[in-house]
T-cell receptor, first 109, second 115 residues
């Protein structure tokens, strides 16, 4: 089976940088994905890491270390609209996802 | 393009009753998925379908059934609802399941309350 751990909440100010960690234990692993979910909304895809290293997309970067079973999502130049929950998800065979419990990010002015 | 639509938006259901949650996608994606999300928690996979005519069990399949008669539709049925099935249900789709990850696209969700 799979299990993932994420910190429950992070608070930061506008313009700051926030890092959200994700550790996982898995019996089958293709990669690690990240999804954003605003309150009352649907999850939306942010990024995917299959190999070790950093992937950057605009203000978002995601990192994976397969040997450490660890990844993180980095948000730079925080904006109020970034207030949301962020979920890491292990991608297994058949593109099936197992989600962590999510990190709630609160951005303050 | 609508993407993925789900119906109903919300529903209150008496325990013991049956209900079908509808999901339709217009992206011609091969794979479709059903998740449930309990308050303050992550999503858990209920059932999935890699292609029309095939289905599989996810992490929490008990009490639910699915069918995939065509590419676009993937209904989820609760045969006899119980209060523990109170949750928000999300349908998702992706365009491939082989050769690496493909982003999953989620519908707006159905909020179900079983009393």
């Amino acid at each position: 089976g799979q299990s993932l751990e994420q910190p429950s909440e992070v608070t930061a100010v506008e313009g700051a940088i926030v890092q959200m960690n994700c550790t996982y234990q898995t019996s089958g692993f293709y990669g690690l994905s990240w999804y954003q979910q605003h309150d009352g909304g649907a999850p939306t895809f942010l990024s995917y890491n299959a190999l070790d290293g950093l992937e950057e997309t605009g203000r978002f970067s995601s990192f994976l270390s397969r040997s450490d079973s660890y990844g993180y999502l980095l948000l730079q130049e925080l904006q109020m609209k970034d207030s949301a929950s962020y979920f890491c998800a292990v991608v297994a065979a058949g593109n099936k996802l197992t989600f962590g419990g999510g990190t709630r990010v609160l951005v303050k002015p | 393009t609508a993407g993925i639509t789900q119906a109903p938006t919300s529903q209150i259901l008496a325990a013991g009753r049956s209900m079908t949650l509808r999901c339709t996608q217009d992206m011609r994606h091969n794979a479709m998925y059903w998740y449930r999300q309990d308050l303050g928690l992550g999503l858990r996979l209920i059932h999935y379908s890699n292609t029309a005519g095939t289905t599989g069990k996810g992490e929490v399949p008990d009490g639910y059934s699915v069918s995939r008669a065509n590419t676009d539709d993937f209904p989820l049925t609760l045969a006899s609802a119980v209060p523990s099935q109170t949750s928000v249900y999300f349908c998702a789709s992706s365009d491939r399941v082989q050769g690496g990850q493909s982003a999953q696209y989620f519908g707006p969700g159905t909020r179900l309350t079983v009393l």
